[in-house]
C-alpha cells in the first residue's frame, strides 16, 4: 500500500523542480501532467484552459491522444469539464459516461476511461481552468486524492495566472485571464471614470506555495492563528468598541469563525499535502470565494465574506504584507474596486486621483455612496463578481449613468469612452468660465443659484461652482455617515467648520430629516409598511424633542454673532412649525441665561413637500421667513409616486399640467405675501425643467453644484417674460393638446438655448 501522505508531498516537490526548470512552456507542462499521472496512479491526466472566447481547450494530456492538444474543446458549462468550470465544483466519478453532463470527444480518444476526477483551477474564487485525471477501471477516489489534485490545480492556477501559458496561445485568441468583461451593475452616482483597477482589498500574491516541512507550516498557521485570535479579542475588550453594538457583533462574528475548527481543519489538511501556511490559507480562501460566488442568500453571503476577511487577515500576517500607502505606487486615474465599503475608507484615498468607485454590494443610500456623489465621482453598486475578475492595474471605465462597468475594455470601447470624457471636460471647461458672470436673463432677471449640500467635501465646490450659497445643507449626512449617534460638540464644531468655509455666503441648514429612504443604523425605528409616509423628518424631531433640541442649540452655538438660517423638513400643518418655534425659544433662552453669545439674525424656513400645505398657503407664508419647495418629495406625494422605485418614478411627468400648477400657485401666494421661496429639489439641476421653473416666476433655485454651470448656461440665453407667457398659456389651456415639454423643447431649439 502507497503511503497515502507522502503521495502528494512528494508530487509537490516534483512539481516545484519542474517550475524551476529553464523549460518551454508546452513542455513544462506536458512533464506536469506526467508526472501528475504517475504520481496519482492514473492513465490520463489533462489540463484544460479557459479562453476569453468561453471555451475550456485543452493545453496538455498524458493518456489521451496528444493529436488532440490545443484542437480538444468544450464551451463554458458543456460536458463533465464544462460543467466543473462553470460551477467551480470538482467531479468525483466513478463511471463518468452514465453522467448526464457527459460528453464525448472523438478525437480524444477518452471513451476507454470510466472513472473521472476533475477540480476546477481557481484563482481568487474564479476558473481559469480545469485538471483531470482518469482510470479504466471503475474506481472512486479518495478524498485525500482530490484534496491533492486541488492543491496541484493552484500551481497551475499561478502558471496561468503569471502569463506563461499566454505564449501557447494561438494568434487571436486569449485566455480569460486577459478577457474583456463588461458587468452590469446600478448607477449609483452619474458620471464616467477611465482609469486604472485599485482593489481596494489589495489581493494578497502568495508566491512561496510549496512547504520543505510540514510540521514548521502547522506551526505557522497556528501562530498566526493565535495572533489573530488575540487581536480580536483585544480589540473587543477596547472600550469604545464594547460599546458600539453593530461594530461589536461583527467582531463576535469573526472571534466564532477565527475559532472553527472546520475552516482551520481544511487549512492544515492542504498543509499536509504540500503547501505552505499561506498557500493553505489562500487554498481555502479561494475554494470559500468560489462557493460564496454563487450564493444567493444574502445571511450566508455575509457568513462567506467574514471568512474571506479573516483569511486576508491571515494571509498579511504570514506574508508579512504591508498595505501599500496610498501615495506610492498610486495611479493618477484610479477607479477603485471593493466589495463593500466604509465611508472614511474612501476619503483616505487621494481624491485628486479617483475616477471611480464600483462595489460588488452596496445601496444607493449606503454612506460610502452618499459620500461619493458629494465627491463627484462615479459609482457603480451590485457589480457582482468584479472584484475577482479585475486585477490591480487593469485598465477599468465606470459608467455611472448606465451602471456598467468595462474591464480590460476593447481598444474601440475605450476610444468612444475617451471621446465622451473630452467632451464633457470641454463642457466643463465651458461651465467653468461662467462662474463669475452674474446669472441674469436675457430679460434681465436676476436668478440665485445656490447648491445643495451635507458634507465637509461638498464645500470646496462652493467657490469653484460660483453658487451664491447653500440652498439646502441635509444634516441628516453627518448622521448617517457616522457609525454612533454624533454628539452634541460634535455636531456644533461641524455645523461651525461649514459655515467657516462658506465664508460668509447663506447657508440654509436643515434640521434632521431621517426616516423613509434615509437610513440611520444606530437609531432602530420599528419596522413601517410605508416608510415615506412614516414616523420621519419633523414627525420624529417633535416626538424626540431631545434629539432636535440638541441640534438647534449646536446651530445656535455655532452661529454666533452671525445669521442662522434653519428650514424644518416634510412639514404637514403649520402647527408643526409653531411646536418647533417654541423649543426653538427655549434654546434661545437657556443659552442666553448662561452667556452665550447668539446669532446676529435667525431667519426660519420651512420645505413644502407634503400637499397638505396648499391648503393652508397663506398661514404658512405668514408663519415663516422663507419657504423652499422640496419637489422630489412634493412630487412624490402629490402623484403617489415612489420616488425610490423605478417602474413608477418616471411614469409622470414633472413638467406636466398638475405639477407646474401646484407649483405656480405656490409662487403666487408667495408673491402675494412677499416671502422668499425657492426650490431645492431634483428639478432645479435639469436645464429644462429649471426653464419651466423660471417661466413660472421662481426666482431662487438650489441644486448639485455640477449643475450650477449648466443651468447658468442656459438662464443667460434666457427671455424669461416670452417664455412665461407662452407657459402660462398652457397652464390655463386644458384644451390644449401641446404639453408644457415640448413648448419648453422648441422654446429652446428656437432660441438657441443650451440644454
Ligand atoms: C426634496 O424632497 O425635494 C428635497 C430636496 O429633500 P430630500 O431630497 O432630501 O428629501
Ligand atoms: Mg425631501
Redesign the pocket.
Known amino acids: 500500500m502507497r503511503d497515502l501522505s507522502a503521495g502528494p508531498r512528494v508530487l509537490l516537490k516534483r512539481l516545484r523542480e519542474l517550475m524551476a526548470e529553464p523549460l518551454e512552456p508546452q513542455e513544462r507542462l506536458d512533464r506536469i501532467v506526467r508526472q501528475i499521472a504517475s504520481n496519482m496512479v492514473a492513465e490520463v491526466c489533462s489540463v484544460y484552459v479557459l479562453r476569453s472566447d468561453s471555451i475550456l481547450e485543452l493545453y496538455a494530456t498524458e493518456g489521451l491522444n496528444k493529436d488532440a492538444v490545443h484542437l480538444a474543446q468544450l464551451k463554458m458549462g458543456q460536458g463533465l469539464v464544462g460543467a466543473i468550470a462553470a460551477s467551480a465544483q470538482s467531479l468525483n466519478l466513478s463511471d463518468a459516461q452514465s453522467h448526464p453532463a457527459f460528453r464525448y470527444l472523438p478525437e480524444t480518444g477518452e471513451e476507454i476511461y470510466h472513472s473521472f476526477l476533475g477540480v476546477p483551477i481557481l484563482r481568487a474564487g474564479r476558473s481559469l481552468g480545469v485538471l483531470v485525471v482518469q482510470n479504466k477501471a471503475q474506481r472512486n477516489y479518495r478524498e485525500d486524492e482530490l484534496e491533492a489534485l486541488e492543491t496541484t490545480a493552484m500551481v497551475l492556477a499561478e502558471m496561468i495566472a503569471t502569463g506563461e501559458l499566454k505564449k501557447l496561445t494561438r494568434p487571436g485568441l486569449e485566455l480569460d485571464l486577459t478577457r474583456a468583461v463588461t458587468i452590469d451593475g446600478d448607477g449609483y452616482s452619474e458620471g464616467i471614470g477611465l482609469g486604472y483597477v485599485v482593489l481596494h482589498e489589495p489581493r494578497i500574491v502568495v508566491t512561496n506555495l510549496l512547504n520543505e516541512d510540514a510540521d514548521t507550516e502547522i506551526r505557522r498557521l497556528a501562530e498566526s492563528l493565535g495572533s489573530l485570535r488575540l487581536s480580536i479579542d483585544d480589540m473587543l475588550t477596547r472600550r469604545e468598541i464594547s460599546q458600539e453594538g453593530e461594530h461589536r457583533e461583527v467582531l463576535e462574528t469573526y472571534r466564532m469563525f477565527a475559532h472553527d475548527q472546520g475552516w482551520v481543519r481544511r487549512m492544515e489538511e492542504a498543509i499536509h499535502n504540500g503547501l505552505t501556511a499561506e498557500a493553505a490559507v489562500e487554498k481555502v480562501q479561494s475554494d470559500t470565494k468560489a462557493r460564496m460566488i454563487r450564493l444567493t442568500d444574502p445571511y450566508l453571503r455575509e457568513r462567506m465574506h467574514d471568512f474571506d476577511d479573516l483569511a486576508n487577515r491571515l494571509l498579511r500576517q504570514l506574508t508579512g504584507f504591508t498595505p501599500r500607502t496610498t501615495a506610492d505606487g498610486f495611479p493618477a486615474d484610479a477607479v477603485i474596486f471593493a466589495r463593500a465599503m466604509g465611508a472614511a475608507e474612501l476619503l483616505d484615498y487621494p481624491r485628486a486621483n479617483l475616477r471611480g468607485l464600483v462595489l460588488e454590494e452596496g445601496a444607493v443610500t449606503s454612506h460610502v455612496v452618499i459620500v461619493a456623489r458629494a465627491m463627484g465621482i462615479a459609482v457603480v453598486g451590485q457589480a457582482a463578481g468584479a472584484v475577482a475578475l479585475a486585477e490591480n492595474g487593469d485598465a477599468a471605465i465606470i459608467d455611472g449613468d448606465d451602471g456598467q462597468v468595462h474591464i480590460r475594455p476593447m481598444a474601440d470601447l475605450q476610444v468612444a469612452y475617451e471621446e465622451k470624457v473630452k467632451l464633457r471636460a470641454r463642457r466643463q471647461e465651458q461651465f467653468r468660465a461662467l462662474r463669475d458672470v452674474p446669472s441674469i436673463t436675457k430679460d434681465d432677471k436676476r436668478i440665485t443659484l445656490q447648491m445643495n449640500a451635507g458634507l465637509l467635501v461638498d464645500l470646496p465646490q462652493l467657490a469653484e461652482s460660483g453658487a451664491e450659497g447653500i440652498g439646502?445643507f441635509?444634516t441628516e449626512l453627518q448622521f448617517m455617515i457616522s457609525s454612533t449617534m454624533p454628539k452634541a460638540e460634535d455636531q456644533e464644531n461641524f455645523y461651525r467648520s461649514v459655515m467657516a468655509q462658506a465664508a460668509g455666503r447663506p447657508v440654509t441648514f436643515r434640521t434632521l430629516?431621517i426616516g423613509g429612504d434615509k437610513v440611520v443604523s444606530y437609531f432602530r425605528a420599528h419596522e413601517e409598511e410605508n416608510p415615506a409616509l412614516g414616523w420621519r423628518a419633523i414627525r420624529l424631531s417633535l416626538d424626540r424633542p431631545g434629539l432636535l433640541r440638541i441640534q438647534l442649540r449646536a446651530l445656535l452655538k455655532a452661529a454666533a454673532g452671525a445669521e442662522l438660517r434653519i428650514m424644518l423638513p416634510m412639514i404637514t400643518e403649520v402647527a408643526e412649525i409653531r411646536a418647533v418655534r417654541e423649543l426653538m425659544q427655549k434654546e434661545v433662552q437657556h443659552l442666553s441665561k448662561f452667556g452665550h453669545q447668539l446669532p446676529k439674525r435667525l431667519k426660519f424656513g420651512a420645505m413644502l413637500?407634503v400637499p397638505s400645505l396648499m391648503w393652508q398657503l397663506d398661514e404658512l407664508m405668514e408663519e415663516v421667513d422663507f419657504v423652499s419647495v422640496?419637489?422630489?418629495?412634493l412630487f412624490q406625494f402629490t402623484m403617489a409616486v415612489d420616488r425610490g422605485n423605478a417602474r413608477v418614478s418616471d411614469r409622470f411627468d414633472i413638467l406636466g399640467r398638475p405639477f407646474l400648477r401646484i407649483l405656480r400657485d405656490i409662487v403666487r401666494a408667495a408673491e402675494k405675501s412677499n416671502t422668499p421661496l425657492t426650490l431645492?429639489?431634483e428639478m432645479a439641476g435639469k436645464p429644462l425643467s429649471a426653464m419651466a421653473l423660471l417661466s413660472i416666476g421662481f426666482r431662487s433655485i438650489s441644486m448639485s453644484p455640477t449643475a450650477i454651470g449648466p443651468i447658468k448656461a442656459m438662464l443667460l440665453a434666457l427671455d424669461v417674460g416670452q417664455l412665461g407667457a407662452e407657459v402660462h398659456q398652457a397652464l390655463d389651456d386644458y384644451r390644449s393638446p401641446v404639453t408644457v415639454r415640448e413648448i419648453l423643447t422648441r422654446f429652446a431649439g428656437d432660441h438657441n438655448i443650451p440644454l
Open positions: 439646502l441635509r430629516d413637500e422640496g419637489s422630489n418629495d431645492c429639489g
